[in-house]
């Protein structure tokens, strides 16, 4: 089946460290996006890829960073310059957004210890 | 730019009630609407969309939502509320395609009281 994987779903990390956190997806799918979640926040866009070695910042850009080398794979790196890294990370994937909306990720959640 | 409001972070409702959770948006052109659900530590879910045609959308697990583009309006209803539908309810916007960015509103978090 296809669809759009997240990994790994729980994630610790002790400050000062960059932490990678993986999203691949197999719907062939141009545009792929990063979104933090945080109680009562709603999602705030991070980065966004429309196509292969392309990427703009979200919202929230400061202290992460992101690649698209591949169509199927879009990581994000949580930077040790992220103040407050705590909080649940999903991705999701799109072709035509407007119409279709997005797919999402199962998400991962990150604890900084 | 398009955006989206929820009003009241927290729905509380009697299981068999009516569900009712308001989505107003803002949009400079005729707009794509979604509404998606949200289980606890899970992605979201796509609900339903409206884009063009019947106004009344029905989506999955029994729930609708009526476009009012006089009202700029996008509520989502579900007649008889189910324990299951504890969750947290998201509405989105987007301007007409070839605009591949959704704009999503806070977020309502369901509670169904037994």
């Known amino acids: 089946d296809g669809g759009i994987t997240q990994s790994p779903k729980y994630l610790f990390r002790k400050e000062g460290q960059n932490v990678t956190l993986s999203c691949e997806q197999n719907l062939n799918h141009d545009a792929m996006y990063w979104y933090r979640q945080d109680p009562g926040q709603g999602l705030r866009l991070i980065y966004y890829s429309q196509i292969v070695n392309d990427f703009q910042k979200g919202d929230i850009a400061e202290g992460y960073s992101v690649s698209r080398e591949k169509k199927e794979s879009f990581p994000l790196t949580v930077t040790s310059a992220q103040k407050n890294p705590t909080a649940f990370y999903l991705c999701a994937s799109s072709n035509d957004a407007s119409y279709y909306g997005y797919t999402f990720g199962s998400g991962t959640r990150l604890t900084v210890v | 730019a398009q955006s989206v409001t929820q009003l009241g972070s927290h729905v509380s409702v009697s299981e068999g009630a009516l569900v009712l959770l308001r989505c107003n948006y803002s949009s400079s052109v005729p707009p794509y609407l979604f509404w998606y659900v949200q289980y606890p530590n899970q992605g979201l879910q796509l609900l339903l969309k409206?884009?063009?045609?019947?106004?009344l959308v029905k989506g999955i697990n029994g729930f609708e939502a009526e476009f009012k583009k006089s009202e700029t309006s996008f509520h989502l209803t579900k007649p008889s509320a189910h324990m299951s539908d504890a969750a947290e309810y998201f509405c989105a916007v987007s301007e007409g395609r070839g605009n591949n960015r959704l704009a999503f509103g806070k977020g309502n978090q369901v509670v169904v009281i037994p």
């Open positions: 409206y884009t063009t045609g019947a106004t």
